[in-house]
């Protein structure tokens, strides 16, 4: 039931196309804009013996503009349904915003 009865009549009407056109856009997104959800679970006193349990994944689309690095300027924190993106070092003017895109343990 994606689409109305009467749009499945003729799939080459603009309703049809429109909605084949928005799911496609979403579908292609949810490939490579999609974050894990990680819950991080301290276990004793030490950071090291914590874990990172994976409750998800959600699509944010303004975040994935961020490039990739391993040596990343920003860190994201989800709050809810919400994700958070915070500098953890000075980003000057011009510079370019960093994420890491996988798996980040601060040990420290």
Not at 43 to 61: D, F, I, Q, R
Request: net charge neutral; charged share 15%.
């Amino acid at each position: 039931n994606w689409f109305p009865s009467e749009a499945c009549k003729d799939v080459n009407s603009a309703q049809f196309k429109y909605i084949a056109a928005l799911m496609m856009k979403h579908i292609q997104a949810c490939a490579c804009n999609a974050y894990e959800i990680n819950e991080f679970v301290k276990k004793g006193t030490s950071m090291v013996n914590s874990e990172s349990l994976e409750l998800g994944g959600a699509v944010y689309p303004t975040i994935s503009l961020s490039n990739h690095s391993c040596a990343a300027n920003t860190s994201r924190i989800n709050y809810g349904t919400y994700c958070c993106v915070r500098a953890i070092r000075t980003i000057f003017p011009n510079e370019k915003v960093y994420d890491n895109y996988g798996l980040f343990y601060h040990t420290e």
